[in-house]
């Protein structure tokens, strides 16, 4: 059971790296990225292969994801109700606030974004679909963590790294704590430049069962054209679409 578990961890790991190379990765450096063994790479990746997981381009011997995972993806987003409700809902919201938006969950102790929609401005704010956002210094991490379960909440608020991206970025437990605090009582959390320079970011959580977030909605933009006074003006779209989304989306 034990090499069973080790040999699923270790193919994750190679899922995972895949994950973040959009255009690939050789045998050698999925070896050198993941530290198994060249034979050892070697062996999961034909496995991952032959079920679907992973394809190798015959000419540049690169590997990349293959659809199993995407159909897969495609089931999860159906169950959890991310793939034809949310959508329609944060394009109204982008129509109306003129810039970027998106919805994430809390997966693994981290926002993942699932949705992402951008604006109608010709500078606006990216982000990709299913990439994953730091907890402490974002707009949709804030308010995952103020509305989690008490016990997750708790865990996360001594245990979360709370690495810096810019020096905005809150770096002290004492203060992340703070933070959190007031994101809980004022129902939203803004993210000043915190986790990349020249952004601004405010988001409220899409309500779920006892209070908790089942997801977060955000609006992101470049600082240079929202201050925070003009990203709280949002709020009142911003909720509505939260409300929305918390009929829309499975509560579990």
């Known amino acids: 059971m034990v090499a069973e578990e080790d040999t699923i961890g270790k193919a994750t790991r190679l899922l995972g790296l895949l994950g973040t190379a959009p255009d690939g990765a050789t045998l050698s450096q999925l070896a050198r990225g993941s530290g198994f063994p060249l034979s050892s790479t070697h062996r999961l ?3 991952l292969r032959r079920d679907g997981f992973v394809t190798l381009d015959a000419s540049s011997k690169r590997y990349g994801l293959g659809l199993r995972l995407f159909q897969l993806g495609a089931a999860v987003a159906a169950a959890r109700g991310f793939s034809g409700a949310a959508l329609p809902v944060l394009r109204e919201l982008a129509d109306a606030t003129g810039e970027a938006c998106l919805m994430s969950v809390l997966d693994d102790g981290a926002p993942l974004t699932v949705h992402h929609v951008e604006g109608r401005q010709a500078v606006g704010v990216r982000a990709v679909a299913g990439g994953r956002e730091p907890l402490h210094s974002t707009a949709t ?3 995952l963590l103020a509305f989690a379960p008490a016990a997750v909440r708790r865990d996360l608020l001594e245990h979360a790294e709370l690495a810096p991206s810019t020096p ?3 770096t002290d437990r004492t203060a ?3 933070e959190i605090a007031a994101v809980g009582a004022q129902g939203f959390a803004v993210s000043d430049e915190e986790h990349r320079s020249g952004i ?3 988001g409220v959580p899409v309500p ?3 209070g908790h977030a089942v997801a977060a909605v955000a609006v992101s933009s470049p600082a240079y ?3 925070v006074t003009a990203a709280v003006r949002h709020l009142p779209v911003l909720r509505h679409a939260a409300e ?3 009929v829309l989306l499975p509560h579990r």
């Open 176 to 178: 992340f704590r703070e």
């Open 200 to 202: 601004r970011s405010i």
């Open 45 to 47: 990746l034909a496995s």
């Open 225 to 227: 054209r929202t201050t």
């Open 141 to 143: 991490g804030k308010v």
């Open 244 to 246: 929305q989304l918390a």
């Open 208 to 210: 779920g069962t006892l």
């Open 168 to 170: 905005r970025t809150i």
